[in-house]
């Protein structure tokens, strides 16, 4: 039986032919996606929002690229950037790793906090950005945090926070750690100033930024299929955590269990904060009117 043509030596030759084909390509022109091995072209990536177009993987974005997709057109101002971290312990180490980071991403910090207009409404945003040290949080991530929450209550501005971060700066020692206590407390201030807060989880959200005013918002929505929770597989692995279900730590997982109010694409997530703003307003106006 003759086979056909894919399954002879035809296809295997076709086959390296394609692989060659786009080995040869310049670099920069495509970018393999890592959950289902599709090529994608880098422009087509960048329209579809940093979306695989045929598996919905999420890549992660940089925090510039959030407040892009985010805010209406140029409508961001941002606030405390010129809060510089200080090695408050000595550590060797640490000032030339903040600067590796720094150079790599262009950022002082691994987070931007500011004012920008959504669909109009003014709001108070902090985009954390995983690129720069894993969006770790030490004693400027805290501050920068917590001022904007308390320019958002002196301003009466609704707060949006979108997490990704794989926990708190060890090498900032303690003092990194009581961030932790610092942005719940401030948390805690904007409830009882009436003001709306929403969180925004993103690949990765977990550990300590999770622990405190990740998990603290009155809506917390999600990006598909990201990694969250207090830890990450491997000090799961060495904590001997076992029998666990296949989404485990991810957003799927976080849904069914009541962690997280809903998941949302990446095209939509736009539309869905600016329901969430609408809906906070209505409720605002119906009290005011009471």
Same mark, same amino acid.
């Given at each position: ?132 040290? !894993?969006?770790?949080?030490?004693? &400027? ?5 917590? $001022?904007?929450? +308390? @320019? #958002?209550? =002196? *301003? ?79 000090? !799961?692995?060495?904590?001997?955590? &076992? ?5 485990? $730590?991810?957003? +799927? @997982? #976080?849904? =069914? *269990? ?33």
């Amino acid at each position: 039986m003759t086979p056909a043509p894919w399954f002879g030596r035809r296809a295997k030759a076709a086959r390296k032919t394609a692989r060659q084909s786009v080995d040869a390509l310049p670099d920069g022109l495509w970018t393999k996606c890592p959950q289902c091995s599709e090529i994608l072209f880098n422009k087509e990536l960048l329209k579809n929002m940093r979306v695989c177009n045929k598996c919905g993987y999420h890549y992660i974005l940089g925090a510039a690229e959030r407040i892009e997709s985010i805010v209406d057109d140029g409508a961001f101002e941002e606030m405390d950037a010129n809060l510089a971290t200080v090695n408050v312990l000595e550590f060797d180490e640490y000032e030339p790793k903040l600067a590796k980071w720094r150079a790599k991403t262009g950022m002082e910090e691994a987070i931007i906090t500011g004012v920008g207009e959504i669909d109009g409404r003014s709001v108070v945003l902090g985009v954390l950005d995983f690129h720069f040290w !894993a969006g770790t949080m030490g004693g &400027v991530v805290g501050e920068r945090v917590v $001022r904007a929450m +308390e @320019f #958002a209550i =002196q *301003n009466d501005m609704p707060v949006i926070m979108f997490i990704a971060s794989g926990g708190i700066r060890v090498t900032e020692g303690l003092p990194g750690l009581m961030q932790m206590a610092k942005t719940s407390a401030a948390c805690a201030k904007l409830h009882e100033a009436g003001i709306p807060y929403i969180v925004v989880l993103t690949d990765n959200s977990l550990a300590g930024v999770l622990a405190s005013y990740g998990s603290l918002g009155d809506f917390t929505i999600s990006e598909p299929g990201l990694l969250t929770g207090l830890t990450a597989d491997r000090v !799961a692995k060495q904590a001997q955590v &076992v029998n666990v279900p296949d989404n485990f $730590r991810r957003a +799927e @997982f #976080a849904l =069914q *269990n009541g962690h997280i109010d809903r998941i949302v694409p990446r095209k939509d997530l736009k539309p869905t904060l600016i329901k969430l703003l609408a809906f906070c307003r209505e409720q605002e106006d119906n009290e005011d009117a009471a």
